[in-house]
């Protein structure tokens, strides 16, 4: 197969095994792109995106970015805050006015779950969700996946545990519809209350017991807590969340085996992750960085080769 089975990129739950596998291999070939003293391929030269961004970001936005120069593509960036969104304007205008403009790809980050199927349904140009509220943040869960095969040779049968505010997460979402679908074991683990009921429908483990989670994986995804998210208390405070589920050097000395560190970021150093944990040999966050501009590329490359 050497096409994906989309036009846009919502999340992970509409793609296919097959389509995960072919994005991989496809950043494989322009990991090594990037790491040539001429970066730059011609591949995306007549196409135009714009990047849409109504919720602040700097890993997503940056990497979409440098991937997009990368594939010689012409770059419109939109920053909610600096729009005439702020004078009422709603979001099929804004986007509609932006394509009357000749745009080919949207890629759109939005606090509203479901804004990016909304605007698919709508607009005639590609649309790649870089995170859409609490629902998907797909390329995230793609990078992620791909750092893990990367550093473990293949993500099958590898136990893989999502730690912290699991409720506010979009990346938790979509990174336990990816890890199922290339046959990891998922588990979450948290504060009951920042896990929500159905997530033991979608076939994860669930546990509340931080201490035993990092003794049963073979990686430790960390998220932080989204406290802008949280509109009432969910944990007395972030001192005792800390106490409790944070990921710290005592519990890794603890384990009789080294388990990978990974964290989407941005980091709340000394919350969610002590700074000894998350900069010590065993993390790969900024290889999960590094990663994002292959897959991003990949992602960008295969859905403009469908058109
Ligand atoms: N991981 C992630 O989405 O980071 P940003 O919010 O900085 O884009």
């Known amino acids: 197969m050497s096409s994906l089975s989309t036009r846009h990129l919502i999340g992970i739950k509409n793609i296919t095994e097959a389509d995960i596998q072919l994005i991989f291999e496809t950043a494989d070939n322009f990991k ?27 890993r997503t936005r940056i990497s979409f970015e440098l991937a997009e120069r990368r594939l010689s593509a012409d770059i419109v960036n ?9 004078k009422g304007e709603t979001l099929l205008d804004t986007v509609n006015n932006i394509l009357a403009m000749k745009v080919d790809m949207v890629v759109m980050r939005h606090p509203a779950p479901g804004a ?4 698919s349904q709508h607009i005639p140009a590609n649309v790649i969700n870089a995170g859409d509220g609490t629902h998907e943040h797909p390329t995230q869960a793609l990078l992620d996946a791909y750092s893990i095969r990367e550093q473990l040779g293949d993500v099958a049968n590898k136990k893989i545990a999502i730690i912290g505010d699991i409720l506010h997460s979009r990346v938790a979402l979509s990174n336990v519809f990816c890890l199922q679908k290339l046959g990891a074991k998922v588990r979450v683990c948290g504060p009951p209350t ?3 009921k159905y997530y033991a429908d979608l076939g994860v483990e669930v546990s509340h017991d931080v201490q035993e989670t990092l003794h049963w994986c073979d990686v430790a995804n960390v998220l932080r807590i989204q406290l802008e998210r949280q509109d009432i208390k969910y944990f007395p405070s972030l001192r005792e969340y800390h106490q409790f589920f ?13 388990i990978v560190i ?8 000394g919350v969610e992750i002590s700074s000894d944990v998350a900069d010590a040999p065993q993390s790969i966050i900024l290889q999960q960085v590094e990663n994002g501009v292959a897959i991003r590329m990949a992602v960008l490359y295969l859905l403009a080769s469908g058109k």
């Open 78 to 86: 939109f920053a909610a805050a600096s729009s005439s969104v702020s």
């Open 246 to 258: 944070g990921i710290t050097k005592n519990r890794i000395e603890q384990l009789d085996k080294e």
């Open 116 to 119: 990016c199927v909304f605007l």
């Open 32 to 58: 090594e792109v990037i790491n040539r003293p001429i970066k730059k391929v011609p591949s995306l030269r007549d196409l135009t995106v714009a990047n849409i961004f109504f919720e602040s970001s700097t």
């Open 194 to 196: 920042l896990i929500p």
């Open 262 to 269: 990974m964290h989407p970021g941005p980091i709340n150093r």
